[in-house]
């Protein structure tokens, strides 16, 4: 055995509180340790030219790297020693970076603890045992959840690239938040002629299947052979034979169901079309509202379908489909107002959100954009927006920044003037973030060119006074207090993860935050992957986004995916756990507590029941070898007698 | 409703200027089948000033009090003054919570306390523990004119980490007890709104300011009353109505009721009994305008058959047309 052993001292950021000479030296102490030394930068070229030489050099044929987290360049390493001949898991690193020199400045106690983690490495080292890792197939089909603008990017690009798509959105019609929006900042184009041939590209792509209405039942599989359920939810309306006409939503007497589409601005029938540039373009019943489903007798839109697509008696289909990757764009959500009360959210009907705003003014939307009160439909004058209403505070639960309500207010304050030239708007605002291309200058038009007053500071309390709306805030870059009498207030109501966002996650084993946006692999380096193989992110999902960055991350994971697919053939990790069939009792303990369902029952020649772990779907977490009473399942790379050596070496002091 | 015993913390307040709401609490309770047990030889709840000196003393003039109360046996407190439910609330919150605080509090009291009283305002054993239905069963009496703005104050539900009662910012409690015996009550927005508090000493024209507020924005509410459930909130708006009449040339004339007072009155008790007659604007019409339960129910059937009578009419008046 003859390892060797490399201290780096990452600049300063090792060698600054660590005296890794003195490791070094230390370390050729050990018995079995035939090298070691120092150097500057271990992962930049010449660093790891050193090691390939060491290895011929000196004969080694185990490698410990002191360094920093492995999650940064043991990959690096790995691949370095493989180049010089050996077994790619014949690498320790010791973390001294994140978990010493950064985390301590008391030189003399860092070193020491340094000497003991590098030993412990090469402890570990000489027990490790070299590990070879499986081909595999890949099912170059590509699942997309989510048919906002970022999911349809993704599906689009990654069909383009010749991939067969799977686009799986929950509401009847692709489109997403964007598809709500009047115009989009800060170019003012019409949000829905932008979007509307993207969705009609989808819509008619011979490579993407969309699935609208249909929700992700169950996931199960690895990177390159996921299985996945959809559910397809009942919409009443046999969707082959309806032609979208819009008769049966014309003669639906039930006229008050709630309008998910338009946020509940103005109500709509039971049985509708979302919007008119809906696609697919066809009707859906709410039986919440339906009568048919209430009460039990109506049936009108049977009556008037001209196809006799309306079938009462529909239920949820559940279809199963292969896919080898995932792009996960499931939105954002919005925070309900009525956690707002001191704005009266949900109680005063001329408080009204952001997005609810939105659709007055769009041209399809309620009031065929006439900015019209909800109380008594009149042309309100005086408008107060209140941005971070809810966001930015930690009492509401979230600290965070919703990213784009800045420059959506000031788009919304242009809006205003364009379509009531003697209004007045107010802004009511903690910062102005507006730090894209284009997009300071733009809220500075709204306060210079269009005359919207930003006031900075919180507001209070909204409260009706007549038929006006007080707004009780301060001024306080003048230090006083302001009341505002408006005629409608707009809530810039902070952005939260999509309503089910969690239970996604869970079903696709990927992690999200506190507040249930998705967490992607590295914030920097890995944007739009996650820490599952397979896995990729996209829009707002992983936290609030606009449309430019939606649809960037949407190519973004659209990219990563064909990258992935480039290859027939992917390698599976071979640091899995595997069974000793010998000491095997068949008690299937692990199999109950595998998060990842990758072991299974098998049975041998002589009828005796073990334990089988399926490779490639095996994650290496090792829940499954702490489970199992006789030791018998291992961790590859992470044997009991690997850590045992390390424990060893600790102790022999 | 069984017979319930509960500790009773009146405070400064209702032995002096707030009587009435001692009286009116005390006959409402003693209605809905309450017993109220006055701790023996209580004493300052250590309020306003003692906190703003140090946090371990004003606790300590609070535990004082949640100390004997424990000694009683009995383990809730009913405290109608907010600021006194305020400081027993952050005291036992404090001593509950935090063991070294708790230490230094039971270093300056003679008996410990160990944290086995629940301190609830009057208006959560209204609500959580008699319950809408059961005050609302007592009802004997109707006030068919009154409209009445709840106005909670600033601290009986705020901060919530220590009131943990009701919404902070849009509470419901005292609207849903008057609502319960059947007094209409008004959409007011200033529920919470500040009355002035204490500077009516130090700063008397901000409490006519803040008053004045709070007094015109319960009339356009279309309110005819205002209900109250603290005795600070009670004399700024009741007291010092003529003080905000002179100084912001005003003309109130609305009454400040307890919403104890207002339940009393529904209950048939004696306006006496209830303390009406110590209101500085007086709540005489509201009291002339109480009648049973029946009358009114006579009344609403008379109305009805007048609606129904002009509803005939125009008919009649067709057929006359006709034969003319």
Request: proline share 5%; glycine share 8%; net charge neutral.
């Amino acid at each position: 055995m003859r390892v060797g052993v490399f201290i780096c001292h990452c600049g300063s950021n090792i060698a600054g509180t660590i005296d890794v000479a003195r490791v070094a030296a230390e370390m050729r102490k050990v018995p079995g340790v035939a090298f070691a030394t120092n150097y500057m930068y271990t992962c930049s070229e010449p660093g790891q030219e050193e090691i390939k030489q060491a290895i011929k050099r000196e004969g080694l044929n185990r490698i410990v790297v002191a360094a920093c987290s492995p999650r940064m360049h043991e990959l690096t390493f790995r691949r370095t020693i493989e180049k010089a001949g050996l077994n790619r898991y014949f690498l320790e690193m010791a973390n001294i970076r994140e978990h010493i020199s950064w985390v301590g400045l008391d030189k003399e106690a860092n070193t020491n603890k340094a000497i003991d983690v590098v030993k412990m490495a090469a402890a570990k080292v000489m027990q490790d045992k070299p590990l070879f890792s499986q081909s595999f197939k890949v099912n170059k089909r590509v699942l997309v959840i989510g048919g906002g603008v970022a999911g349809m990017q993704s599906a689009l690009d990654c069909a383009d690239g010749g991939l067969d798509v799977l686009l799986v959105e929950k509401s009847p019609s692709v489109g997403g938040m964007m598809s709500r929006l009047d115009k989009t900042f800060p170019t003012i184009d019409c949000s829905i002629c932008i979007l509307g041939p993207k969705m009609v590209d989808v819509a008619q792509h011979d490579k993407i299947t969309l699935h609208a209405y249909s929700e992700i039942d169950d996931i199960k599989g690895y990177v390159g052979n996921y299985q996945i359920k959809i559910r397809k939810k009942a919409t009443y309306v046999d969707w082959t034979k309806c032609t979208g006409c819009g008769l049966c939503m014309e003669k639906c007497p039930s006229k008050n169901s709630y309008d998910h589409f338009n946020f509940g601005v103005a109500p709509t029938r039971a049985i509708n079309i979302p919007f008119p540039q809906a696609i697919p373009k066809k009707a859906k019943i709410d039986p919440e509202y339906c009568r048919q489903f209430v009460k039990g007798k109506c049936g009108v839109c049977a009556k008037v379908c001209p196809t006799g697509a309306i079938n009462y008696e529909m239920q949820d289909e559940i279809i199963t489909e292969d896919v080898g990757a995932i792009v996960v764009a499931s939105g954002y959500g919005l925070m309900d107002v009525a956690k707002l009360p001191e704005y009266g959210g949900g109680r005063y009907p001329d408080v009204i959100t952001g997005i609810q705003y939105e659709r007055l003014l769009n041209a399809s939307g309620p009031t065929e954009g006439h900015i019209l009160r909800p109380s008594d439909k009149t042309e309100p004058k005086t408008i107060v927006f209140v941005s971070c209403a809810g966001s930015r505070d930690k009492s509401c639960g979230v600290p965070y920044c919703s990213n784009f309500c800045c420059m959506y207010i000031a788009k919304q304050a242009i809006l205003t003037k364009d379509h009531i030239p003697d209004s007045q708007s107010f802004v009511f605002y903690m910062d102005i973030r507006s730090p894209g291309k284009g997009y300071d200058e733009f809220t500075r038009r709204a306060q210079e060119d269009y005359g919207a007053k930003y006031v900075r500071g919180r507001v209070s309390r909204i409260y009706p006074k007549g038929k006006k709306m007080v707004v009780m805030g301060a001024d306080t870059l003048l230090g006083t207090k302001v009341e505002v009498e408006a005629d409608l207030v707009v809530l810039a109501n902070a952005v939260t993860a999509a309503p089910g966002a969690a239970q996604l996650a869970e079903k696709l084993h990927i992690s999200y935050d506190t507040f249930g946006f998705y967490v992607e692999s590295h914030p920097k380096l890995r944007p739009v992957e996650t820490n599952t193989a397979g896995v990729y992110l996209a829009g707002a999902a992983q936290g609030p986004k606009d449309i430019p960055a939606s649809v960037g991350q949407g190519s973004a994971a659209a990219a990563k995916v064909l990258a992935l697919f480039s290859k027939d053939m992917l390698e599976s990790d071979p640091a899995v756990a595997k069974v000793n069939e010998n000491t095997c009792v068949g008690c299937l303990k692990c199999k109950m507590t595998c998060p990842f369902g990758a072991v299974k029952e098998k049975e041998l020649r002589g009828g005796k029941i073990v334990a089988n772990v399926i490779e490639t779907v095996c994650a290496g977490c090792g829940v499954c070898t702490s489970t199992c009473p006789c030791g018998a399942i291992q961790l590859s790379h992470f044997t009991d007698n690997q850590l045992l050596a390390e424990v060893n070496t600790l102790c022999q002091k | 409703m069984a017979d319930r015993e509960y500790a009773y913390y009146s405070g400064c307040s209702l032995e002096g200027t707030a009587v009435e709401y001692d009286m009116s609490m005390r006959e409402v309770f003693k209605a809905l089948g309450l017993t109220l047990r006055e701790p023996e030889d209580w004493s300052c709840c250590g309020s306003t000033p003692a906190h703003t000196v140090d946090h371990v003393f004003a606790a300590a003039l609070a535990a004082r009090n949640l100390s004997i109360i424990e000694k009683m046996g009995t383990q809730t407190v009913t405290v109608p003054c907010p600021s006194c439910l305020s400081a027993f609330k952050r005291a036992h919150l404090g001593m509950t919570g935090d063991e070294s605080f708790k230490e230094k509090v039971n270093d300056l009291l003679d008996e410990p306390y160990n944290g086995g009283v629940n301190p609830k305002s009057t208006l959560q054993i209204m609500v959580e523990d008699i319950g809408l239905e059961a005050v609302g069963n007592k009802v004997t009496h109707a006030l068919p004119d009154l409209v009445v703005a709840p106005y909670y104050g600033c601290i009986l539900t705020r901060p919530p980490e220590i009131a943990q009662f009701d919404d902070p910012e849009n509470p419901m409690s005292m609207d849903n007890i008057l609502e319960a015996v059947g007094v209409r009550v008004s959409p007011f927005a200033f529920k919470l709104e500040c009355c002035g508090a204490a500077f009516g000493v130090p700063k008397r024209e901000m409490v006519n300011q803040l008053s004045s507020k709070v007094l015109s924005m319960a009339i356009d509410s279309g309110a005819n009353c205002i209900a109250v459930a603290c005795p600070l909130c009670q004399q700024n708006l009741d007291l010092r109505q003529s003080q905000v009449n002179s100084t912001m040339g005003t003309n109130f004339n609305i009454p400040i009721l307890y919403f104890s007072q207002i339940v009393g009155l529904t209950y048939g008790l004696s306006p006496k009994a209830l303390g009406l007659d110590k209101l500085i604007v007086s709540a005489d019409h509201i009291v002339r305008s109480r009648i049973t339960v029946q009358e009114m129910e006579q009344r609403k059937q008379a109305e009805i058959e007048k609606e129904k009578a002009a509803k005939a009419k125009p008919k009649k008046d067709e057929i006359k047309a006709e034969e003319t």
